[in-house]
């Protein structure tokens, strides 16, 4: 199981503290995120100030979602309600049973396993045989 760096900060914006997360907290934390950053309070960010924005608070500049994702318009600016658009599509896509709420199982990913039991292979691509 793992997080996506989306859900991990959608998980931060529990402002009440019943680990849980409704729109309106979600709403709310974008929007404090979104000013944290822009602080010229232009009202849109660049993407260089959105790789900013994501390496803060996704914890990687090059974190989903991507700049090109979030600009709708396409106008090289990320403004809050499209930030606001996307986060929106991941509330809905982790809201497993429609209530409206997510729960931390909710934002947990189930990724298949990547190693087998003995962990990665070897440069060469040879499973080696266990010593016992």
């Known amino acids: 199981m793992a997080y996506e760096p989306?859900?991990?900060l959608i998980a931060t914006f529990d402002s009440d503290g019943d680990a849980l997360v409704?729109?309106?907290e979600l709403e709310d934390g974008l929007t404090r995120t979104f000013a944290a950053i822009d602080r010229a309070n232009t009202g849109t960010l660049g993407y260089i100030a959105f790789a900013d924005w994501a390496?803060?608070?996704l914890g990687d500049r090059n974190?989903?979602?991507?700049p090109f994702e979030v600009d709708?318009?396409?106008?090289?600016?990320?403004?809050?309600?499209e930030l606001q658009t996307r986060f929106s599509e991941y509330?809905?896509?982790y809201d497993r049973d429609r209530d409206g709420v997510l729960t931390r199982a909710e934002l947990l990913t189930i990724r298949p396993r990547v190693f087998g039991d003995d962990g990665p292979l070897p440069e060469d691509g040879k499973k080696r045989k266990r010593r016992r």
Request: charge should be positive; avoid cysteine.
């Open 6 to 8: 989306a859900a991990m």
């Open 22 to 24: 409704t729109r309106e």
């Open 55 to 57: 390496e803060r608070y």
């Open 63 to 66: 974190a989903l979602p991507s």
């Open 72 to 81: 709708r318009d396409g106008d090289h600016r990320i403004s809050p309600r």
């Open 91 to 93: 509330f809905t896509r």
